[in-house]
């Protein structure tokens, strides 16, 4: 039993939820289904599309173009999209962080939701903007330097120490400790810019973070990096990449 809903809700199965959307932007050679799973013993189901095109921030650092389909069986959340992007040469996600990392668009569990997701093919005109005013961001903080003075503050605000002193403690300082390594150790990182830092971030969070694992054991390799992938796009470790993403980049 995933949850107790109202008479207005209708269990959709996943094929009759998610092809409308994917089978007209594969046949027209809009995208491609790149991967697809389940999270939470099933509860929340996701597919990930990508589209053609690159996002080419220097000759070795180049970013995918795709979009996220997400929706749950347990009223944690309606079906969504959102634009990710991943870094190819260290595999981490950035997910709609313009704007909040919240969905492009949202539907209800009725009986007319079929008929609606086909009104998120407007989608793909909305993800030639986003990945025009993502790049500008980046390129904003790939070329601006960061010594360690500044990825010291940086972390500091990201972890929440600058206001609250008590904040830091031993599990924080090395989670601190662990941004600040692969700022300068990191997957395609030179910790010399910005743009190392939010990347520090997204791998950390992707790949690194600590995590638990609900009513399970975290010696089962499986239920972690369901636990981690969870965290990384939908909890608290798409809020600190967030976080990253409104420190670094510029507003304007």
């Not at 030179?190 to 010696?219: C, F, I, M, P, Q």
Request: glycine share 12%; net charge negative; hydrophobic share 40%.
């Amino acid at each position: 039993v995933f949850g107790v809903f109202g008479k207005g809700y209708e269990p959709i199965q996943n094929r009759d939820k998610f092809g409308p959307f994917t089978d007209g932007l594969v046949a027209n050679g809009e995208a491609i289904i790149h991967s697809a799973g389940a999270l939470n013993g099933g509860a929340l189901t996701w597919v990930y599309m990508q589209l053609p095109g690159e996002l080419k921030v220097s000759d070795t650092d180049v970013l995918t173009r795709g979009i996220l389909l997400t929706d749950s069986y347990d009223g944690s959340r309606a079906l969504g999209i959102r634009f990710m992007n991943v870094r190819q040469i260290c595999c981490n996600t950035m997910q709609g962080i313009i704007g909040g990392r919240g969905a492009q668009f949202r539907g209800k569990h009725t009986v007319n939701l079929v008929n609606r997701v086909n009104e998120a093919r407007q989608v793909m005109g909305l993800e030639e903007a986003y990945s025009q005013m993502l790049m500008r961001g980046i390129e904003k903080v790939a070329q601006e330097a960061m010594d360690k003075a500044q990825l010291n503050q940086f972390l500091e605000k990201l972890f929440g120490v600058e206001e609250d002193a008590d904040a830091l403690t031993t599990r924080v300082r090395n989670q601190m400790d662990k941004v600040g390594d692969l700022f300068y150790h990191g997957l395609g990182n030179n910790g010399e810019t910005r743009w190392d830092a939010l990347n520090a971030v997204t791998e950390y969070v992707d790949h690194h973070r600590d995590v638990r694992v609900a009513g399970g054991s975290n010696k089962d390799p499986m239920a972690v990096s369901s636990a981690r992938l969870n965290g990384a796009w939908f909890g608290a470790g798409a809020d600190i990449k967030q976080r990253a993403w409104d420190l670094l980049v510029p507003a304007n």
